[in-house]
């Protein structure tokens, strides 16, 4: 296959700072305002000014190989050559149509200038809008395709079986079931259905490669119980102390966040199997960072978590019956076992034995959840909680967000579980909201 010349858009550097070694046996060009860009952003203390300071390190780091300098072009690992690009000949122009006032078109004009020189060219950008333009000059572009995962496609996590009557009965009476289903990924969930209405729910081991009943509930968690198949898949998923990660995907009002507070509650205040509960979610304002907001951090965080307070105080009302559940919650923040947080201050930090909820992961990147899983110390365990159809950050997709990119790359392993809830359980009136509009 011939050698392609694949120019790096700012937001592909900044959605994944290893992009420049992800173009094996071709050539990558960096174009000078792309660099600009970076060292504007590299002073952020956010996660695109830690993304920015890694590209520019890397970069920086090239210029200490033998094999060429970064305007020529330097060999690195997997045949790829790198090279920066000043775009010096504004005046020469020739058939660019755009004006050079704006940074997207000086990133075109360098995909166009290098098709003119006779290179084969591919912008590679998270923007539409420039690669719309990118194809109305003629230079072909694409989207970061690595870190992707088939939204469309998305692993469920569990699925119906019909099977004979005689193997439903075979499960209630022995408690397992052996069944030749080679596609079965570990810990998915079956609804086993036959023509006789008699049915049963169940977990595949992958460990045993049978299918096993799920954990029998003694009494409601917090004052809940799940309303449907895929809460009650859910739920069981969460109280499984030896499934580490989980991912909960679905629309709003499907109860992914209740329910991951509601076993987090149990595990944590009811059983001791965990120390605290960390709640973080993405701070994504509309352009402004959580630092504008007055107050101490406390203060600031309050309004980001509001959903997680919501959900805090009906399920300590639930717990409590027909009180407010105010002294329930009270009790709780006061126990110092729950702590709220903003996901941009967990890296660095090693989390042992706790309960981790990331709330809203899809608008996260891959890089970033990569960084906040790899934040869990021994015993912790992970659930990450959204909707990849309702995303805030401006380069990422259904396809290419964190929590889609997290189930595609974890399904295959044991300790790992996900559930893809489909049923709005919040209210008649939110169920069909989120149907027909």
């Known amino acids: 296959m011939s050698r392609k010349t694949f120019v790096i858009d700012t937001n592909v550097l900044l959605h994944d700072p290893d992009a420049i070694r992800r173009f094996k046996d071709n050539d990558v ?4 305002v792309v660099l600009e860009e970076l060292d504007g952003m590299k002073r952020f203390s956010d996660e695109l000014g830690k993304n920015s300071r890694h590209v520019i390190r890397y970069i920086d780091s090239l210029k200490d190989l033998k094999a060429g300098n970064l305007h020529e072009g330097v060999r690195i690992e997997n045949g790829i050559t790198v090279r920066i690009y000043l775009e010096t000949k504004y005046a020469e122009k020739k058939s660019f149509p755009l004006s050079l006032d704006r940074n997207t078109n000086r990133v075109l004009w360098v995909a166009h200038q290098l098709g003119e020189m006779g290179e084969p060219v591919v912008l590679v950008s998270k923007d539409f809008v420039l690669r719309v333009k990118a194809e109305a000059v ?43 289903v080679p596609d079965l990924a570990p810990n998915e969930y079956c609804v086993l259905t036959c023509p006789e209405q008699s049915s049963a729910v169940c977990k595949y081991n992958p460990v045993t490669r049978r299918l096993e009943p799920l954990l029998k509930l003694q009494r409601d968690i917090w004052g809940i119980h799940p309303l449907n198949i895929e809460q009650k898949c859910a739920l069981d998923l969460l109280l499984r102390d030896d499934i580490k990660l989980i991912t909960l995907v679905g629309p709003a009002g499907t109860g992914k966040t209740l329910l991951a507070l509601a076993a987090g509650l149990k595990k944590v205040f009811d059983e001791s199997a965990y120390t605290r509960i960390l709640v973080s979610r993405p701070i994504i304002p509309l352009g402004k960072d959580i630092g504008y907001l007055p107050g101490t951090k406390e203060e600031k965080l309050s309004h980001w978590m509001q959903p997680i307070y919501d959900n805090l105080e009906f399920l300590c009302r639930s717990l409590d019956g027909q009180s407010s559940g105010q002294e329930t919650q009270r009790w709780i923040m006061e126990s110092k076992k729950i702590e709220m947080e903003a996901v941009a201050y967990i890296r660095g930090r090693s989390l042992p034995k706790m309960w981790m909820i990331i709330d809203e992961a899809q608008n996260l990147t891959p890089h970033e959840v990569k960084t906040i899983i790899s934040r869990a110390g021994q015993g912790t365990k992970v659930v990450l909680t959204g909707d990849p159809t309702q995303i805030d950050n ?21 300790l790992y579980g996900h559930i893809f809830l489909e049923r709005t359980e919040r209210s008649e009136l939110a169920a069909l909201a989120a149907e027909v509009l």
């Open 394 to 414: 401006p380069y990422l997709d259904k396809d290419s967000n964190a929590l889609t990119y997290t189930v595609g790359r974890f399904k295959d392993y044991s």
């Open 29 to 32: 060009v960096i174009p000078l």
């Open 138 to 180: 003629g230079v072909a572009a694409e989207d970061y395709e690595t870190s992707k995962a088939s939204y469309d496609k998305l692993y469920r996590g569990y699925r119906k079986l019909e099977v004979p009557k005689r193997d439903i009965d075979s499960f209630y009476k022995d408690g397992t079931l052996t069944i030749d």
